[in-house]
DNA sequence: TGACAATCATACTGGACCGTCTAGTTTCGT
DNA sequence: ACGAAACTAGACGGTCCAGTATGATTGTCA
């Protein structure tokens, strides 16, 4: 009854396991909810039915499988420990390099994907909703308002309301090339030297509201 | 055969197609286009099926008539004419006008959960996303350029790239309220004294970076 | 009034699909 | 090697649903 730690592609069952759950991610991402099938995630893993529902009690709870492990994947690349301003040579270009790294890292089809699935299953699924929410922007921006603070305590920024400070930096350079990813497909991502004007720019305008005037 | 433009509500039949409308947008809007039911919509129109497919040739069809004739009342409510800076005392309370008006239209249940709809259904109805992109928000940022290219004319804003400016102050006040609401549902929406503070701090922040420096 | 079009209630067709069951086969631990 | 557990392929029950067909009923207009 020693419980082992497996590694879960050691095993077969683990591999199939896997195998259900990949399948199921590019199903789900391609059809939704509703328009997905049970029958052809079983067919695309390479697996019967019956283990696929050995595995997974439901359609709803290997979506919510689904999308939960593809938000954990997210995390990993997102929230990565943010360098320190200090290491940096100058405010700005930490601003900016932020900036440009949240661009990138987020602005993937698959994360755009994501967000329209679960924004589109908020009635069927409002805890995923949550959870992407509190593990994605508002995270970021809790992140981005601790650092402000400690900026502020340093002199090198002036804000009142650090949080504020941080939406308004966030959805700068965010929300234009978010916005038009959900409403015109991958089509609209931007390139990374658009991903650089948004940066630069947002980076221009926060700190000519944010900056401290004393040099 | 003398084409008279007759009020549609004018006639029973008009009557009866509106009706399928109203209860077609309903239902749609509660659950989706594919957990939406025909049945349950001629029911909830006081009609029989037959005559809801005598007016719409399909499914598809309801949909994308119920869609663009709510994207149709959204634009006369959101796109009046602005009025114009001149008349208002200052460039500030202008600003502030028009951001608490923007946020007071749009942030209501029905619109967000009408671009919660278009964005779930972006793979199965593009155009319909890409028709709400540009009546609402692109032509909100378009309207927005066309007024900062007047004030940079007076000596009132600096912008050299006015889109870009558009771009800024339009998120600045509306990609928080607008992010929430999408992924925490209309709970998340915001009190008219946030929105209020939302519009104040954004226009803080605009003014600050594109507003001149020249008394 | 009478003819004709619209509408109604309802049944039906054809198909999709979730989840289960069966019977035979493979894999795995011991 | 052997027994248990996992797996497979496929069928199936039950349900749901878009769209059509039917035959009766109502409303409209000459």
Chains 1, 2 share one sequence.
Not at 50 to 69: D, P
Not at 88 to 93: D, F, G, K, N, Q
Not at 152 to 175: R, Y
Request: glycine share 6%; hydrophobic share 50%; net charge neutral.
């Amino acid at each position: 009854m020693a419980v082992v730690a497996k590694d879960e592609a050691s095993t077969s069952s683990g591999r199939k396991r896997l195998n259900v759950l990949a399948a199921a991610t590019e199903t789900f991402m391609k059809s939704g909810f509703l328009g997905a099938n049970m029958d052809e995630i079983a067919v695309a893993s390479g697996v019967s039915k019956q283990t696929v529902y050995k595995n997974f009690r439901s359609k709803e709870a290997l979506f919510i499988e689904v999308v939960t492990a593809m938000m954990g994947e997210a995390d990993l690349r997102v929230h990565t420990a943010p360098m320190e301003p200090d290491s940096m040579e100058t405010l700005e270009r930490y601003l900016f390099a932020y900036a440009h790294r949240q661009l990138s890292v987020a602005l993937t089809p698959a994360l755009m994907q994501l967000r329209r699935l679960v924004i589109g299953e908020l009635a069927r699924f409002p805890d995923l909703a949550r959870i992407l929410h509190e593990r994605g922007p508002q995270r970021a921006i809790s992140v981005l308002a601790d650092v402000f603070k400690r900026l502020e305590a340093q002199g090198l920024l002036t804000c009142p309301d650090a949080t504020l400070a941080a939406i308004h930096f966030n959805w700068l350079f965010m929300a234009e090339p978010v916005n038009r990813a959900m409403l015109l497909g991958d089509d609209g991502l931007p390139s990374d030297a658009e991903m650089r004007r948004f940066a630069k720019e947002a980076v221009r305008v926060f700190l000519a509201a944010y900056g401290s005037k004393a040099p």
